[in-house]
C-alpha cells in the first residue's frame, strides 16, 4: 500500500498497520534502540532521537516517558494534526513513526514554534508523498510483482532524493544567516 493511505477497522478506527497485538513497551526496554533518551533541555535540541523497534505499540505515558514530552504537548500535537495515534479498542497507542515525528516536534515546541506551525511540514509531506504517489501508482497497481517491486524501489529512491534536496535547499535560504 503506498504511504498516505490509511488503515480503518470495521469500526473506522484507524488500525496500527497490521500489528496482531501490542508488544509492550516495558518487553523491549533492554533493548538498546528502544531506550529513552534523556530529555533534552528546553532551549536546546537533542542531537540523538529516541527510536523504537518496529512492531512495538507505547500508550500515552510511555510515549511522554520516551520522548520527554507532557501530556499538554502531546494533546496539542495531536489537536494540529501533526502526530496522531492508532487506536485500538478506543485506546490511543503510538508506533515508532510517532516517536520520530513526536522527538523533533516537541523540541520545535519548546523553542517557540507553535503546534499549529508544524502543521506546516505535515502539510509539506502530504503534497511531497502525493507527488511521489502520482510517479508510482501506475506502476504500484500492477499486478506483476516486478513491477510493484520497481515501483517501491523508485518510491524509496524519490523519498531520499526528497530528503536531500530539501536539507539542501533549507541550508540555502539560511545561509546568509550563517556567513558573517
Same mark, same amino acid.
Given at each position: 500500500?503506498?504511504?498516505?493511505?490509511?488503515?480503518?477497522?470495521?469500526?473506522?478506527?484507524?488500525?496500527?498497520?497490521?500489528?496482531?497485538?501490542?508488544?509492550?513497551?516495558?518487553?523491549?526496554?533492554?533493548?538498546?534502540?528502544? =531506550? &529513552?533518551?534523556?530529555? *533534552? #533541555?528546553?532551549?536546546?535540541?537533542?542531537?540523538?532521537t529516541p527510536q523504537l523497534l518496529p512492531g512495538v505499540l507505547l500508550d500515552q505515558a510511555e510515549l511522554c516517558a520516551m520522548v520527554g514530552i507532557t501530556p499538554a504537548e502531546l494533546e496539542q500535537l495531536e489537536s494540529f494534526g501533526v502526530l496522531a495515534p492508532n487506536t485500538r479498542n478506543g485506546a490511543p497507542l503510538y508506533d515508532d513513526e510517532a516517536v520520530a515525528i513526536a522527538a523533533p516536534?516537541?523540541?520545535?515546541?519548546?523553542?517557540?514554534?507553535?503546534?499549529?506551525?508544524? =502543521? &506546516?511540514?505535515?502539510? *509539506? #509531506?502530504?503534497r511531497e508523498v502525493g507527488l511521489y504517489e502520482q510517479l508510482i501508482t501506475p506502476r504500484y497497481r500492477q499486478r506483476n510483482p516486478e513491477a510493484r517491486a520497481e515501483a517501491l524501489d523508485q518510491l524509496r529512491t524519490l523519498n531520499q532524493l526528497g530528503g536531500s534536496l530539501r536539507a539542501a535547499l533549507t541550508q540555502h535560504a539560511l545561509r546568509h544567516h550563517f556567513e558573517s
Open positions: 500500500m503506498p504511504h498516505g493511505a490509511h488503515n480503518t477497522d470495521a469500526t473506522g478506527d484507524d488500525t496500527d498497520g497490521g500489528y496482531d497485538e501490542p508488544v509492550p513497551a516495558a518487553s523491549v526496554a533492554s533493548h538498546p534502540a528502544s =531506550r &529513552a533518551q534523556p530529555a *533534552a #533541555a528546553p532551549d536546546r535540541p537533542t542531537s540523538a516536534a516537541v523540541q520545535f515546541l519548546r523553542l517557540g514554534v507553535d503546534a499549529r506551525h508544524l =502543521r &506546516a511540514f505535515r502539510t *509539506a #509531506a502530504e
